[in-house]
Nanobody, 116 residues
Framework: QVQLVESGGGLVQPGGSLRLSCTASGISLSIRPMNWYRQTPGKERELVASRSSGGITNYADSVKGRFTISRDSAKNTVYLQMNSLKTEDTAVYYC??????????WGKGTLVTVSS
């Protein structure tokens, strides 16, 4: 059974930093693509950052230069380092992966609140 568990969210002031973690069980993240999404009430889930199994990364324009997605294969964990946070980054952040059969898996999300 595949499980993804996010952690690391919280309250941070504008300009601050947070690092989100997504730890997987039942699937090896070292060979699967990984994504971070975020969602605010009333809006569709937005793709924030992605990392292919080969290590190619992509970012939404709104976070480019501020967020970094990375992976620790030994810990089967993917990270999202978020710097220079803005109030508009406030959202629930979800990690996502897809297995070799095309099935999508999601964590339950972690809330990031950027506020002074």
């Amino acid at each position: 059974q595949v499980q993804l568990v996010e952690s690391g969210g919280g309250l941070v002031q504008p300009g601050g930093s947070l690092r989100l973690s997504c730890t997987a069980s039942g699937i090896s993240l070292s060979i699967r693509p990984m994504n971070w999404y975020r969602q605010t009430p009333g809006k569709e889930r937005e793709l924030v950052a992605s990392r292919s199994s080969g290590g190619i990364t992509n970012y939404a324009d709104s976070v480019k230069g501020r967020f970094t997605i990375s992976r620790d294969s030994a810990k089967n964990t993917v990270y999202l380092q978020m710097n220079s946070l803005k109030t508009e980054d406030t959202a629930v952040y979800y990690c996502n992966t897809r297995d070799a059969y095309g099935s999508d898996y999601w964590g339950k999300g972690t809330l990031v609140t950027v506020s002074s």
